[in-house]
């Protein structure tokens, strides 16, 4: 070939746009090379399976998904010498890691190294712009817009609960000698005390003609709220499985149910913008509400909204997910329950004895053993069992690389790092031989977990709604114990539980008691 024509070749565009990628890929490379050097950077093991594109363990993780054992696949690959993992998903690297060390590096020390990846996009349909959605600037102003909605003063309202409790009885007690799902019933109940407390005033999802009640009051929409809440997030939660492949659930459903949830809190957040301050002073002194605190900081309907919407999202599944799993796992322990309902009986009275004015935040906290229940019961069922970080630059993982696992490993920008409180909650390392054991005694000597105990998540992301979770499914568990003292499991179904992964956890098909 003579000189002119390689020349002329040379200056063709699409070779100038091969060697400028060739040239940026050796740059890459050499810049990935010193990085891995500097920082003593080994690479983690491969995911069993993972071979072949990841086509066999894709395989596997859709049949256990919809098997609802999703999580105790994933517990299954993790070994002792094995915390960190890593997969290729085509030309995405995505590692997994279960270590504690690793997740407080992601969560805290290192917390500017990552963000949320997809969510904004898997969510904002629903969501929009909110605490829970956005990254950056964006989250760190929502979070100090609502922090301070969620000081003691506020969480210790657990008047507000008695009466949906009382509602709750009268579905129990309806299904007095059979066997019925208490999960249901727990969604009902949070969805009903947590749109009370965000918007003012409840949904009501729990009074229906089975127990002879009508909602007390009533506006457009809001006996389709509930389906339709559940199915966007059922959505949501499918979208977020998809990471970048969201895209293809855009269905009609989807977009209804998103329309007749946005209708309901617009009607709220329009009332409560509508209120002159008189009304909203008075309005206020009737309890707490969230969405009249909040008014008194932005008049933007749009940011209400989705700030109470991100609320509702974060706070209600995780909360009913928590008190299923509880009941659940009482009615298998009858010596706990017994345990449970003497120490309830000793501060708050039982039956017609019971003292319910003595139930406050302050109490609920004196209740030891019920505090160990509830650690045991998130620790082996944690709301959020699994969840993502996306690293925003080149960055280390301190642990899981090289045959030992105890080398730092790369982690490139752009990389999916997936971490499984599930796992870390049930390894022996930290919990002993008996970690998947339910054993709230266990906690009586338990210390220094650190960051292997992670219900909550940590860092600056933390749960801001941890000491209202708590106290909502104390008082709840205290009530149900005082009038329900017989609880029996009718589930013989493979333990541990086959258990549903949308946004959070839940018993796949049900928890299934006789209460009286
Ligand atoms: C058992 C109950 C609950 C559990 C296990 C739980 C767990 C979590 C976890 C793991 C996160 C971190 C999510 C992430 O960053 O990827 C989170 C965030 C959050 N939770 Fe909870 N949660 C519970 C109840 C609640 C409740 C009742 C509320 C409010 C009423 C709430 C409000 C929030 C908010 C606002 C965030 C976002 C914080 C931020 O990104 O700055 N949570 N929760």
């Known amino acids: 070939m003579s000189a002119e024509l390689a020349f002329e070749y040379l200056t063709k565009w699409y070779s100038i746009l091969i060697g400028a990628a060739l040239i940026y890929g050796i740059a890459r490379y050499i810049k990935i090379q010193l990085f891995i050097r500097k920082h003593g950077c080994e690479e983690t093991p491969f995911l069993p399976d993972a071979k072949w594109f990841a086509i066999p363990i894709m395989s596997r993780v859709l049949k256990a998904k919809n098997e609802g054992r999703l999580v105790d696949l994933a517990q299954s690959f993790m070994t002792s010498d094995r915390r960190t993992t890593h997969v290729y998903l085509g030309p995405a690297r995505i590692i997994f890691t279960i270590d504690p060390e690793n997740m407080k590096t992601m969560l805290a020390t290192k917390f500017n190294d990552y963000a949320l990846g997809f969510r904004h996009t898997h969510l904002a349909p629903l969501l929009g712009d909110g605490i829970f959605t956005l990254d950056g600037e964006g989250w760190k102003h929502s979070r100090s817009m609502l922090r301070p909605q969620f000081a003691r003063e506020q969480v210790a309202h657990v008047r507000a609960l008695e009466p949906h409790v009382q509602v709750l009885m009268k579905h129990i007690r309806l299904n007095k000698g059979k066997t019925f799902d208490l999960q249901e019933l727990f969604f009902k109940l949070t969805l009903d005390t947590s749109t009370e407390f965000l918007f003012g005033e409840s949904i009501y999802s729990l009074y229906d003609s089975s127990i002879g009640l009508t909602p007390p009051t009533d506006i457009q929409g809001r006996s389709e709220f509930a389906d339709a809440f559940n199915t966007s997030q059922k959505y949501l939660g499918t979208r977020a499985w998809l990471q970048f492949m969201y895209w293809v659930v855009q269905n009609r459903e989807f977009y209804q149910c998103n329309a007749k949830v946005h209708k309901v ?167 002993g031989k008996d970690a998947n054991v339910f054993r709230p005694e266990r906690w009586a000597t ?65 928890i299934f008691v006789e209460l009286s």
Not at 475 to 482: A, G
Not at 487 to 509: E, I, N
């Open 265 to 431: 809190a617009k009607y709220y957040v329009k009332r409560a913008l509508n209120f002159t301050p008189d009304e909203l002073e008075k309005a206020s002194a009737n309890g707490y509400t969230f969405l009249y605190e909040l008014v008194k900081q932005t008049r933007d309907p749009v940011v209400l909204q989705d700030q109470l919407l991100n609320i509702l999202v974060a706070g209600r599944d995780t909360t009913a997910g928590l008190l299923s799993f509880t009941f659940f796992e009482l009615a298998r322990n009858p010596d706990v329950f017994e345990k449970l309902k003497n120490e309830i009986y000793e501060h708050f009275g039982k039956g017609d004895e019971s003292r319910v004015e003595d139930i406050t935040f302050e109490s609920l906290k004196q209740c030891e053993y019920l505090k160990f229940v509830l650690n045991e019961a998130l620790r082996m069922y944690p709301s959020v069992p699994l969840n993502f970080r996306v690293s925003t630059k080149d960055t280390v993982l301190p642990n899981g690389g090289g045959k030992d696992g105890t080398k730092p490993v790369f982690v490139g920008k752009g990389t999916t790092v997936a971490y499984t409180v599930y796992c870390t909650h049930r390894d022996e390392k930290y919990y």
């Open 446 to 510: 338990l210390n220094k977990l650190g960051w292997a105990y992670l219900p909550f998540n940590g860092g600056p992301r933390i749960c801001l709604g941890q000491q209202f979770a708590l106290t909502e499914a104390s008082y709840v568990i205290v009530r149900l114990l005082q009038n329900f003292p017989n609880l029996v499991s009718k589930d013989d179904r493979p333990y541990p539980p086959a258990k549903s992964m949308h946004l959070t956890m839940c018993h796949q098909d049900g």
